[in-house]
């Protein structure tokens, strides 16, 4: 397997590019800061079918997508010849909900030749383990409100809306958008007894975009009042899983990884 790694923001690809069994060809998108690693080759998307050639060239064989990436605009001005003919797929792309566009993204790559692999994949020790991180457990209303909150992004799955939501007192009162969790947080009421789930929905791909936590996510659901953070085990990506924990307990939230639901 010859890897090259298409680096969005945060730490996944870095950890991702550590877990490979050889350092993967790291491709970053124009505008996109990439954290602790060199891109190799630079692209946007108006320039999409000259990385595919050019990674052909240096004989890879794998893709995978790790980090945060916006949703890009097509700039008419900017694509090259290469480019120009994978229009029509483009378009059909950003018309679609997150998942459908990334699975149009899966599909480009696939049909040139390269096998799409998940972060996940690499780095399987990043998926979530079942279980109670740090001291403090959860309690009956945290084990109801995890389950209302894991019902309704699976109920609401198909508006491809988001992978998180919080819930307090067994009621929805935030759902993730396209501004991503910490604009939800941020712009939430405080609920002292409410949780923050992130799950993935109903039919998603795992190759791309499974939901992430880290550090950081810890420092928002404090700032916002929120007693926990709950993830589905095994579908959700645990970015340095001991400072997790440790954040976890210095704000005394509950971080669970919940099994067999």
């Known amino acids: 397997m010859k890897l ?18 050889e350092p993967p060809l790291v491709c970053g998108y124009e505008g996109t800061p990439v954290t602790e690693l060199t891109p190799g080759l630079m692209f ?3 320039t999409l079918g ?45 018309q679609a909900g997150d998942d459908g566009a990334l699975r149009v993204v899966i599909e480009l790559f696939e049909k040139t030749g390269f096998s799409v692999v998940g972060a996940h994949e690499i780095a399987p020790d990043l998926l979530a383990q079942g279980g109670v991180y740090g001291t403090a457990w ?6 109801n409100d995890a389950d209302v909150a894991a019902a309704h992004i699976f109920a609401i799955s198909a508006q491809d809306k988001g992978q998180a939501c919080v819930v307090a007192g067994g009621q929805v009162v935030a759902m993730e958008d396209a501004r991503g969790t910490d604009a939800m947080l941020a712009g939430l009421a405080t609920h002292k007894d409410g949780i923050l789930f992130k799950g993935p929905k109903a039919g998603q791909t795992r ?20 007693r926990g953070v709950v993830v589905d085990a095994g579908d959700v990506l645990v970015l340095h899983p001991e400072a997790c924990a440790a954040m976890a307990d210095k704000h005394g939230l509950v971080f669970w990884a919940r099994t067999g639901e």
Request: glycine fraction near 8%; charged fraction near 15%; aromatic fraction near 4%.
């Open 44 to 46: 946007r998307l108006e």
């Open 4 to 21: 090259a790694l298409i680096a969005g923001r945060g730490d996944l690809p870095a950890l991702v590019a550590q877990a490979a069994p």
């Open 207 to 226: 190759l791309v975009d499974l939901p992430t936590v880290g550090p950081e996510t810890f420092e928002a659901a404090h700032s916002a009042g929120l």
């Open 138 to 143: 959860p309690d009956a209303q945290m084990r």
């Open 50 to 94: 000259t990385l595919l050639l050019e990674l052909g060239n240096h004989g890879i064989t794998h893709i995978c997508f790790a980090g945060g990436l916006d949703r890009p605009a097509l700039d008419p001005s900017k694509l090259d010849a290469e480019t120009a003919p994978l229009v029509p797929l483009f378009m059909q792309a950003l």
